[in-house]
Structures are given as C-alpha cells and as structure tokens.
C-alpha cells in the first residue's frame, strides 16, 4: 500500500492545497496531511482549527488522513510508516526551497523521498499568505478557498484587526 505524507501550514488551507490533496488521493492509496503545529509562524488559525478546516475540505475523499504534527517532518512521516513526501510546486520561485528540503529530509532520513506535484495553473499565484492579507482588508477571497474557509478566515481577521483575541 504506496502511503504519503502531504505536509504543510494550511494556514488556512486554499483551492491550490486542496487540488494537490484531491491529485495526489488518485495517485496514492492513502495520503496523509500533516498540518505543522508551527510556532515560530503565529498563525491565524490554531493547528486543531487548521485540522478542522482541513477535514471539512476533504470530508469527500475516502483516502485522506488529516493529523497534526510537531517535530521533524522524517520522524512523523516515518511514525505514519508513510513511503513519500507529496509537496506542490507553483513556480520556479518555490523551487530553491523546496529543493533544499527535500535534500535535506533525504540526507538525514535515506528512505524518505518527495514527490513534487506541479500546481494545477488556475492556482499557480496563490499563497494562504495572499489570502490573509487580503482578509485583513475584508476583500473577496471567494476565489482562492472553498466557501466554508473564506467565512471563516474574513472573520478571523476581522478579529484581529479590531484586537480581539483568538476563540
Ligand atoms: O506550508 P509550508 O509552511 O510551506 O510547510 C513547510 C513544512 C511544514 C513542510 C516544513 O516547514 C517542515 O517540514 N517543517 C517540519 C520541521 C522539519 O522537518 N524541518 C526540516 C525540513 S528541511
């Protein structure tokens, strides 16, 4: 059984995240998202809160695991007995980056690999950054996440903008 490991931020989770999540499921017989429990980031959503967006997102596939990690990608990838790395790559600019990782995951864990997946085009410009920057000015993010997202990340920012803690 060929087992991935989609990690990320998803801080929230985009139409660019959920197209590679939705690819890689018919690829692979089951694809875990590992959502990084990052504090150096201040995220706006808290990891259950990025669990939780994730797997309304992604209630209609059979094959996906959501779960959050902290720690070492290798180790959690190595804990889920997963075979591989799944990461989106939108444009050249995400290269170094990820090229960097993923040499690196694999000189300190042999076994583990990445699999890149080009992003699908309509999503190529698309960030969770863009999407709450444009959140904090109230503007439309309708065509960036799914309904249920953009309702909750507009009032989220609306929050922070007007100083109110985090629910
Ligand atoms: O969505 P992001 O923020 O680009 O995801 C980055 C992520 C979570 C894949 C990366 O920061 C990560 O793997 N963090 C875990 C810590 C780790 O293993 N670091 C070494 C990677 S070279």
Redesign the pocket.
């Known amino acids: 059984m060929a087992v991935a490991v989609y990690?990320?931020?998803f801080d929230p989770v985009t139409l660019g995240h959920q197209d590679i999540i939705e690819r890689s499921s018919k690829i692979m017989d089951k694809v875990i998202v590992g959502v990084?429990k990052n504090n150096s980031k201040s995220p706006l959503f808290s990891v259950q809160e990025r669990v939780n967006m994730l797997k309304s997102v992604t209630g209609h596939l059979p094959n996906i695991e959501i779960l959050a990690f902290d720690g070492?990608?290798?180790d959690f990838v190595r804990n889920c007995r997963a075979d591989v790395i799944v990461r989106g790559l939108r444009a050249i600019t995400d290269f170094e980056y990820e090229l960097q990782?993923s040499q690196?995951?694999r000189v300190i864990s042999p076994g583990i690999d990445t699999i890149f997946l080009t992003t699908n085009l309509k999503y190529s410009y698309l960030s969770s950054s863009i999407v709450k920057e444009i959140a904090m000015y109230q503007g439309d993010i309708s065509a960036f996440v799914a309904p249920e997202i953009a309702v909750k990340v507009l009032s989220r920012a609306e929050d922070v903008k007007n100083g109110r803690p985090a629910r």
Request: glycine share 10%; no cysteine; proline share 10%.
């Open positions: 990690p990320g931020s990084l070492l990608l290798v990782m690196t995951n």
